[in-house]
DNA sequence: TAGATTGTTAATCGATTAACAATC
DNA sequence: TAGATTGTTAATCGATTAACAATC
């Protein structure tokens, strides 16, 4: 029996969480003229090793270096895009129109990759029904409804923390898969549920503990 | 000679991103009455490993454990915010008034994480000398010598991409040694600056990826 | 050909988990 | 005392890095 599948090579989360850089990277060579790249180069731009920075490409991407010359540039960013979904788009709601709700709200980026906020939430009255770049802000009470009926796969939280829970499980009856959760709160949820934490207050935390560090 | 100083404890970069979630429970059970709490009622609630935690509790807390009943949260919760420097404010500017910097902006909640925004910065003529947040915005061409002059060491950025190496040297050129990142671009500076990328692309094409392997 | 670069296999490093004695 | 929990030492697991043959 043919193995024609492609080996089922596993990118650790950190490997994942460095290929939006060698994208925006490739993009940044391929926009200043050049049509190939090798591991090396990106390796030092990125301040990585260069054996790492192999190894994640030839995870994501179909096609191989070229000793001598290195990558197509082009393949590198179609596999890429490929990979992290930014060519198909998904549908996602959105939760709580506070300022960071707002904010990600206008953001007119997130098509580019592969992200479509359908729908904005709020359990405030005097906000339902107005409008926030271009769509109409419903009620939480239809949330669940709204995403069974339109079979949203992607919720993005962005309430204050002691209401954060009770939003996901709204969102987790609504059949939702994945959430990204900005409340700075840990939410409970199945096994088989995704939760990306955006923990701003983490982040800061780090930093602020590295500073510390650094300048003792 | 006596060896005095506490031992230096090597907390890993994946530990301290689990610190916020340790505080922020133990301030919950804090809330609910709660006195003291186990490692495995911490780890069973976060879904952690139970030595994990009291390692990670060890290693930036003073206090021990006591068998049989657990940690004193008051305890945990003083030496946690201590050693997340969220006791000691630090001054920051924020550079890029677009929505994201406005939310970050009128967020109240940085003060609670030790981090104080006392002013911000924007480099179209229009918006310099208004008001946002009880801040009035000033013009970059003066960022540098700002940070010089108040000796600030925390810098954020929330410009676009492509102006955001830019404003990073400016914020060098102020002495600024710690940045906190929110242009989805790979920021070039000297190894003694910490930047601390919050990479929203990335965070999402991570929620996608899995999403996308978890419904294949 | 020589030099540069690739991709793979093995070694190292670091973090997590398991095992277990110590303690309240 | 018995049971629960702690803290430490050792084993496991996984990711990064080093070594090196293969290739253009």
Redesign the interface.
């Known amino acids: 029996m043919p193995q024609q599948k492609k080996a089922p090579v596993v990118v650790s989360?950190q490997a994942?969480?460095r290929?939006?850089?060698y994208l925006?990277?490739l993009k940044d060579y391929q926009a200043a003229g050049e049509t190939v790249i090798s591991a090396k180069a990106v390796a030092t731009?990125?301040r990585l090793n260069d054996v790492q920075v192999r190894k994640d490409l030839a995870a994501v991407s179909s096609v191989k270096g070229r000793p001598n010359t290195g990558f197509e540039i082009q393949d590198l960013i179609d596999n890429m895009e490929d990979?992290?979904?930014?060519n198909n788009l998904?549908d996602a709601v959105l939760v709580g129109t506070g300022?960071?709700g707002?904010?990600l709200l206008?953001?007119k980026?997130?098509e580019n990759?592969?992200?479509n906020i359908v729908a904005a939430f709020d359990n405030n009255p005097d906000l339902v029904g107005t409008r926030i770049s271009e769509r109409t802000v419903k009620s939480t009470e239809d949330l669940s409804d709204f995403c069974k009926r339109l079979k949203i796969?992607?919720g993005i939280i962005t309430v204050p923390?002691p209401a954060a829970q009770e939003v996901c499980d709204q969102l987790l009856d609504g059949g939702i898969?994945?959430i990204?959760n900005f409340a700075?709160?840990?939410l409970s949820a199945p096994e088989?549920v995704?939760i990306?934490d955006?923990?701003?207050?983490?982040?800061?935390?780090?930093?602020?503990?590295?500073?510390?560090e650094?300048?003792r």
């Open positions: 989360i994942l969480h290929m939006p850089y925006h990277l731009e990125l990979y992290l979904g930014y998904m300022s960071l707002r904010a206008s953001y980026g997130f990759y592969g992200l796969h992607i923390a898969l994945a990204w700075p709160a840990h088989h995704l990306q955006e923990n701003m207050a983490a982040s800061l935390a780090m930093l602020s503990r590295k500073l510390k650094a300048t």
